[in-house]
């Protein structure tokens, strides 16, 4: 599908809020995602991302640069075109207990999550990072959470999952890295827990099979089609 | 009007391109990206007998103009395909291979005369190239011995289409494509991918578990339209041509060296309607060209 990039904006260095329009894109659900082929010559396969917002013309994504592959993407200009698969994954459906469920991201993660909070609606979040670099993006969308990060100027030190007990809560919704999302597991201590699966992929469409995570009981689910966002609790995080 | 249609064994492709095994799913994932009665077909992923729940992660890396895989063959095996998987082929209406892949040595019999009482698909691809499956499997290509032991007598079980899927490490692979077109098959798909591997600097360790990968995409095209070419020396039996394919221009090369139709695998990752979208390019070029029928290009290399 052919859209067009409406807006960027550099929210920190490597890190850029994209936002294309949303032709032919259906329904949208927290949760899911989007690919977006990228054209740095050498590298072939499109590039997932979680779909940070939407409304009903345009639709936007949180991209940190990694390489020539994502820099291709936030290399380009508003008014160019570009060839993206949308939505993709299943989305999450439920009714959300915003009082009763707790979100937390870890880095980048924030774009898995951003989704589910509701316009309007006050959600329990922690948000973390390395040593502040997020702290722009948290300022730059007015993220509602208790933003902690474990080295630099922030206050509030010390890992995402440290800061877990200080709250009340029934489910967990997570998204950030494997370590974080594994630690993220002890602390729901049996509650529920859903995490936001990220994982390299080549087709995001499930043809492949290349985005697995593997299951408890020795199966694989895939990010892509049985994903995103799948049980936290059941997940071996290797 | 312009006749694109090819027939491998008694299966008409209305057009000479396929999705690879291994990159078209269960034939349903493609359903919302492409017409299925305007393209020529695919095969699925592998089916084994039982079911392989497939390798460890990662299971893939990007390359320089490629894609590395260790999938494993990941599938619930031929029961749970007949049950769950089949059901949604037979609403498919282009031609559709199963992919067969092989451990030990009854297994191809007893899948094949489960599935010889179904109908809904026109042909099997015996896969013995998978270089992702640390026994059986790729060992049956490696010796002309070992390939013949195991599809002797194939052809006995099955009036469908038959192709073998081989590999390009082996160059035993040419003399067992010459006994299987002497068993009957109708067709050699060449080439599976090609073995690599991958390091971790840091960690002074192998990128995947099984050590090896597949290599796939853009980089292997030229290594493959060779050894097309050479397998089109070494049997009378149409050759389909796999290996790197991204657009017309790669198909029509394959064809040109003499590949009777192409598979089109890491370009449908990225582009999943790649096989709608060149069907329609197939048709205009012709058109453009006056070429009248596909058999024109086919094999038309000049030596």
């Known amino acids: ?238 | 009007m312009t006749d694109t249609a090819v027939k491998i064994g008694k299966t008409i492709l209305k057009k000479p391109m396929l999705g690879a095994s291994g990159c078209s799913g269960w034939g349903d994932e493609l359903r919302k990206f492409n017409d299925f009665s305007k393209i020529g077909g695919f095969v699925t992923k592998s089916i084994t007998y039982r079911e392989k729940i497939g390798n460890e992660m990662p299971r893939i890396m990007e390359t320089c103009g490629g894609l590395m895989n260790s999938i494993g063959l990941e599938n619930k095996g031929a029961e749970y395909f007949i049950k769950e998987v089949l059901p949604s082929l037979k609403r498919i209406e282009c031609a559709k291979f199963l992919n067969l892949a092989v451990f030990e040595g009854d297994e191809l019999q007893k899948m094949m005369d489960m599935l010889e009482r179904e109908d809904g698909f026109d042909g099997y691809e015996i896969n013995i190239s998978c270089p992702n499956v640390t026994h059986g499997g790729i060992s049956f290509n490696s010796s002309l011995d070992e390939a013949t032991k195991l599809l002797k007598g194939t052809r006995k079980m099955t009036e469908r289409t038959l192709l073998l899927k081989l590999s390009p490490a082996f160059e035993a692979s040419f003399e067992i494509a010459r006994m299987a077109q002497e068993e009957g098959f109708d067709g050699i798909t060449f080439t599976n991918t090609y073995i690599g591997t991958a390091v971790d600097v840091e960690k002074r360790s192998f990128i995947f578990k099984n050590r090896q990968a597949g290599l796939s995409g853009p980089s292997i095209k030229p290594l493959s339209l060779m050894n097309v070419y050479k397998m089109r020396k070494s049997v009378s039996i149409p050759v389909i041509g796999v290996g790197g394919i991204t657009n017309l221009r790669d198909v029509l090369e394959f064809l040109i060296i003499g590949a009777s139709a192409v598979q089109i695998g890491t370009q449908l990752l990225v582009e999943p309607d790649i096989l709608t979208r060149l069907s329609g390019e197939l048709d205009e070029y012709m058109n453009e060209k006056g070429i009248r029928s596909i058999v024109e290009i086919i094999g038309s290399i000049k030596e």
Do not use: H, W
């Open chain 1, 1 to 238: 599908m052919k859209s067009i990039l409406l807006n960027k904006k550099a929210i920190s260095e490597n890190l850029a809020l994209m936002t294309f329009s949303r032709e032919g894109c259906e329904k949208i659900l927290p949760g899911q995602f989007l690919s977006i082929r990228q054209t740095a010559g050498e590298k072939i396969l499109r590039r997932p991302f979680s779909i940070f917002g939407f409304d009903d013309k345009s639709v936007s994504v949180l991209i940190k640069a990694i390489g020539r592959g994502t820099e291709s993407i936030t290399d380009m200009n508003e008014g160019e075109s570009a060839d993206i698969l949308c939505p993709l994954g299943k989305g999450f459906e439920e009714k959300i207990d915003y009082d009763r469920t707790l979100f937390v991201a870890g880095g980048i993660g924030i774009a898995g999550i951003n989704s589910f909070i509701a316009k309007g609606k006050k959600a329990k979040m922690i948000f973390g990072d390395r040593e502040g670099e997020f702290s722009a993006a948290a300022d730059y969308f007015s993220i509602d959470c208790l933003y902690v990060s474990e080295k630099g100027k922030n206050p509030n030190r010390g890992r995402v999952t440290e800061f877990i007990d200080g709250f009340e809560f029934d489910a967990i919704i997570a998204c950030g890295p494997k370590a974080m999302l594994r630690a993220v597991k002890e602390k729901a201590n049996g509650r529920r827990y859903l995490a936001v699966c990220e994982e390299i992929m080549a087709c995001g469409v499930g043809l492949c099979n290349g985005c697995a995570v593997k299951y408890d009981d020795n199966t694989f689910k895939k990010v892509c089609i049985d994903g995103p966002v799948l049980d936290g609790n059941r997940i071996i995080y290797d």
